[in-house]
């Protein structure tokens, strides 16, 4: 039973990754008439959709009685405040990073974004090393400096991908690369973060995503108020929505509870090659489909190497 869910949560991670950045993707490039959806929204409704799942995570586990999950939730979140004040600094840094992959997404092709993600690995492990007191052996790091060439190459501009990204990118690849290099740095702190907490307490994995999604609701809500309220006014908190940008909603609020799965059954070594199971798909995928990305022979080795 728990190698099958082992491999199960394998694959919906890969489904998941891959499809996220897909049509995330194909949602912030689609032209059609009327505004498109707003970035800001999306994550504040993807956080709202998080904590509906755990709080129903929480309430199978507590056998499904109203009464065991009232009290949990009052127990391990109202009478902790201090414990639940401790999620707000990873919560914000998480909605910061959800609304970066957006702009990420919307001046970057889908293979190109993947690969340049990966450099999350090296900002967790620089972070586990200051933050967690960890050692990484002498393979790990010369792992790290390959993967940042790798990074590195696949940035590197080539004549066709200069023609390519006059004629099929939607902005600037500047911008779409200082967005998923900030979000980087980003997911790294706060994931870091986020298990340095874990570690310290002993309070469940769904109550401590219902803490995150409900300060990631504030600040993505303060966020929306900031940048995109005249819009918001105008033409309605929902403006632009259709059935495209609610699977991009629902994916990215499954993303967390995914990856709590992955860890839970599986172990992170099988998480990195579901991992890059996904970058490969969405090449494919970005090259047959999208059209958005073509390819170098330079490109193709560096993701081998990665």
Request: aromatic fraction near 12%.
């Amino acid at each position: 039973m728990s190698a099958n869910l082992k491999y199960l949560s394998l694959g919906i991670l890969v489904f998941q990754t891959t499809s996220l950045v897909l049509t995330m993707r194909y949602s912030r490039t689609l032209k059609e008439e009327g505004p498109r959806y707003l970035s800001s929204t999306a994550v504040v409704v993807a956080e709202l959709l998080k904590i509906m799942a755990c709080i129903l995570l929480v309430y199978k586990d507590s056998k499904c009685s109203l009464r065991a999950l009232n009290r949990i939730l009052h127990d391990e979140i109202l009478n902790k405040p201090m414990e639940t004040l401790k999620l707000a600094i990873p919560s914000g840094i998480y909605t910061l990073q959800n609304n970066l992959l957006y702009v990420a997404l919307s001046n970057l092709d889908a293979a190109t974004y993947q690969v340049t993600y990966q450099l999350k690995i090296l900002t967790t492990a620089l972070f586990s090393v200051s933050m967690l007191s960890k050692k990484l052996g002498v393979y790990q790091w010369l792992s790290l400096v390959i993967l940042m060439t790798g990074v590195a190459f696949v940035q590197w501009p080539s004549d066709s991908q200069e023609l390519n990204s006059k004629e099929l990118s939607a902005g600037s690849q500047f911008v779409g690369l200082m967005a998923v290099l900030t979000a980087c740095f980003s997911s790294g702190f706060a994931g870091v973060y986020f298990e340095k907490i874990l570690k310290e307490t002993k309070q469940s994995v769904w109550i401590r995503n219902i803490q995150l999604g409900f300060f990631g609701s504030i600040f993505g809500l303060m966020g929306v108020y900031v940048y995109d309220g005249e819009l918001v006014s105008k033409n309605g908190f929902f403006q632009g929505y259709n059935w495209l940008t609610w699977i991009v909603v629902v994916l990215q609020a499954l993303g967390g509870l995914v990856i709590a799965a992955v860890i839970k059954y599986a172990d992170n070594i099988l998480k990195g090659f579901a991992t890059s199971l996904s970058i490969i798909l969405s090449t494919l995928i970005s090259y047959f489909w999208l059209q958005d990305f073509v390819p170098t022979s330079l490109c193709l080795s560096m993701k081998d190497w990665i």
